[in-house]
């Protein structure tokens, strides 16, 4: 399936920037809660199984499923799963005998994996109502057999977020290029602050925006693709490129990044204690509201200007259960999600960094979120995010390759040869 169409560059001015929390690759962790359901329908309950367990992501799903329950056309219930439980137990959810109906997950790649095997419901029906809906979305939520298999609720923008009032402290500003990047990381450095903070511990999947990045910079989007499809090789020599580049940065990591996740990385740069952090907007979530305003970014440096410009945009929303036990109330639950009324009250109730994707729907005018659609709408391709733009099951063998090269960059070429032979074993799988 096609994760970039060229369309989505003209959507952009009015589909969603979100910060979901989905997760790129990304989804937040929390406790585990449910929220029951109100009687008196006449078929099943419908439950959705939710990874959106940030406080605020948390309670803006709430107040969706609580508004839908309202209107009589069906009864549904919240089951949230922490994040990191629920990304490896997703495939036993979708392949047990009594599956929950409804998931929070990501279109792309990943989503057509999953049809591929016969595990999602076809909602093609659901989207006869989402004609608003630009094409570019619908290609991202069809599966290789032509079936509309995914409802997206949002996209978002990954880039190094910091707080202006700590740049403005140390003196500096945002760099335009991979020369400048470099410098700002020096003077950081000559100021006590660890310059690049990194969250690893649980969430070792963030170090593979990293990767996504240097390897769109330095060998383009299409390439890129390739690669994480199985057509090129994990051991080339354009892939050894991307980490010799990334040895160059490697001694500004915060070195406590590798023991703690995203969401301590994200208390870290709050508090002054690193520079700025590579992340999706879904870190947000996991901010109080009221240093939002402080927050900034800019877009990962420019290495070689000759290389079309391209950015990550995951797309965050929905897909079913082919074994629900009520399809009908399932496609109700994903209608409702699909409208203007449910994505602006996610909006309204969590962080704010988000704009949803029915072009419909109202977005925060904040500064930030104008930054960010500014920076996607001037890319050239937009990409998803590792795991989207080829499978969960290739996920593992990023998290392992680029965890192992940030404690041991001096053994890079035994790593790619691992990682290209443990690729090989899921493109053979």
């Not at 969706?64 to 495939?91: C, D």
């Not at 990501?106 to 608003?132: E, I, P």
């Not at 051991?235 to 160059?248: G, I, S």
Request: proline residues 7%; aromatic residues 12%.
């Amino acid at each position: 399936m096609n994760d970039f169409d060229p369309s989505r560059r003209r959507f952009l001015g009015h589909v969603g920037l979100a910060g979901l929390g989905v997760l790129g690759a990304g989804s937040l962790v929390g406790c585990a809660s449910s929220a029951s359901s109100p009687s008196g329908s006449g078929n099943s309950a419908i439950t959705l199984q939710s990874n959106l367990s940030s406080p605020q992501a948390k309670v803006a799903m709430e107040k969706i499923i609580e508004n839908f329950n309202k209107q009589g056309k069906g009864a549904a219930s919240l089951n949230t799963v922490a994040s990191e439980t629920f990304r490896t137990q997703l495939p036993t959810y979708l392949t047990s005998a009594n599956p929950p109906d409804l998931y929070t997950w990501y279109a792309g790649s990943v989503a057509n994996d999953y049809a591929s095997k016969n595990l999602l419901l076809d909602v093609s029906d659901v989207w006869q109502g989402m004609a608003d809906y630009p094409e570019s979305l619908r290609t991202l939520s069809t599966d290789a057999a032509g079936k509309k298999v995914f409802v997206p609720m949002n996209n978002y923008w990954w880039g190094f977020f910091y707080r202006k009032s700590n740049f403005a402290k140390w003196g500096v500003q945002e760099p335009k290029n991979w020369a400048e990047f470099v410098t700002l990381c020096q003077t950081l450095q000559s100021k006590g602050v660890p310059p690049i903070g990194i969250g690893l511990g649980d969430t070792p999947w963030v170090a593979s925006a990293w990767f996504d990045y240097l390897n769109i910079r330095i060998n383009g989007a299409p390439f890129h693709r390739e690669l994480l499809a199985g057509k090129q090789r994990f051991d080339d020599p354009k892939v050894k490129a991307v980490f010799t580049k990334w040895r160059e940065v490697l001694p500004y990591f915060d070195p406590k990044g590798k023991a703690y996740p995203f969401q301590e990385a994200t208390t870290a740069l709050l508090a002054g204690k690193t520079g700025m952090f590579l992340i999706g907007t879904f870190f947000a979530d996991a901010a109080p509201k009221d240093a939002l305003g402080d927050l900034d970014f800019f877009r990962f440096p420019i290495i070689d200007p000759a290389v079309p410009l391209a950015e990550e945009a995951p797309t965050d929303g929905f897909f079913a259960s082919a074994k629900s036990a009520n399809p009908a109330g399932t496609k109700a639950l994903l209608t409702y999600l699909s409208s203007v009324e449910a994505q602006e009250a996610y909006v309204a109730a969590s962080a704010g960094i988000v704009l949803p994707a029915n072009p419909k729907a109202k977005a925060s005018d904040s500064p930030l979120v104008a930054k960010g659609k500014a920076m996607l709408e001037s890319a050239q391709e937009l990409t998803q995010f590792f795991n989207r733009d080829s499978s969960d099951a290739l996920q593992p063998t990023a998290d392992t390759a680029l965890t192992k090269f940030i404690d041991k960059p001096d053994q890079i070429d035994a790593i790619l040869r691992e990682w290209q032979a443990g690729a090989e074993k899921v493109f053979k799988g």
